[in-house]
């Protein structure tokens, strides 16, 4: 398994953590920590160290209750950051972002990967991504975050969600995105309540049939208070646990917070999953 970037290709044969780099004020756990430039480099270059393969890097949070935020505030908090990365470090940088614009700076400033919890729903957004050839991540979120997590509905969560990520996929292949710079994610905690969330992870493989690396985002969210009643200090372990569960049924990145940690769950998950392809039936 491979994803081509614009110049280069990220083998996907092992497994791969994407390090969070917050660069929202209201983040919903770094909480504006890194909102000056040479702390957000800092970050950056600490995750490197821990092992991560992807710098993802944001400007608007999207966590349930998020607002919006200006296209202004928004290029203001990312560009700078990624330029800094892009001339000091060796990394791949991925932009998570919703707008067109925002895309297309980041990826004139050295980003290769487009992460967007709209899979490319903006006008404008499929577009920007072919001019630049990015790898693209394509996420399912159900609403949007103001309103997400009032009464998510669904009749087979599992089914509807691969269903909408094959029509993304289908639509960026027409334009003329090439499926080899894909990656999709069912978008955990995107407009689905706990029962959804769990259901997403028990089928974590059926998504593999869409035929693209499969990305999943679980670090620190909700869902493990709801289920194990911790609160937010505490989510860790249960984020690592649940990081090796997605990487044992098939997940290729994870996008985590806690790299070092999630670097260890992923290399385990990883060594099993071999293991047990590589036995004869
Ligand atoms: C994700 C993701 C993301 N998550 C991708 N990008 C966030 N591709 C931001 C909660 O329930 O899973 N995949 N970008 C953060 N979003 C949330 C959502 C944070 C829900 C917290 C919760 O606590």
């Not at 899979?119 to 394509?138: K, P």
């Not at 200090?233 to 790299?259: F, K, M, Q, T, W």
Request: charge should be neutral; glycine fraction near 8%; charged fraction near 20%.
């Amino acid at each position: 398994m491979f994803l081509k970037l614009p110049n280069r290709t990220l083998d996907l044969r092992q497994p791969q953590v994407m390090g969070v780099l917050n660069l929202t004020p209201d983040s919903f756990f770094d909480g504006g920590r890194y909102s000056n430039i040479d702390a957000a480099l800092t970050q950056a270059r600490a995750m490197l160290a821990e092992g991560a393969a992807i710098i993802d890097v944001g400007g608007e949070s999207s966590r349930p209750g998020a607002v919006a935020v200006s296209l202004d505030e928004e290029l203001a908090r990312v560009l700078p950051v990624i330029e800094r990365i892009k001339h000091e470090l060796d990394c791949i940088v991925s932009i998570d972002t919703t707008k067109p614009a925002v895309m297309d700076a980041a990826c004139s400033a050295g980003a290769e990967l487009i992460n967007d919890i709209t899979a490319l729903g903006a006008d404008g957004a499929l577009a920007v991504a072919c001019r630049h050839s990015a790898a693209v991540c394509l996420m399912h979120m159900q609403g949007e975050p103001r309103m997400m997590q009032q009464q998510p509905q669904y009749g087979d969560v599992v089914a509807e969600v691969h269903a909408f990520l094959a029509a993304r996929i289908a639509a960026c292949a027409a334009a003329g995105l090439a499926r080899e710079r894909l990656l999709v994610d069912p978008g955990f905690g995107f407009g689905k309540a706990l029962p959804h969330n769990l259901q997403m992870l028990a089928h974590l493989d059926r998504f593999l049939t869409l035929g693209v690396p499969l990305l999943v985002g679980l670090s620190r969210k909700s869902m493990f208070s709801q289920l194990l009643g911790l609160p937010l200090a505490e989510r860790l372990p249960p984020s690592i646990a649940a990081a090796a569960i997605a990487v044992r049924s098939g997940a290729n990145i994870v996008r985590a917070h806690d790299v070092a940690a999630t670097v260890a769950a992923v290399r385990l998950a990883g060594a099993v999953r071999q293991a047990a392809e590589a036995r004869a039936p």
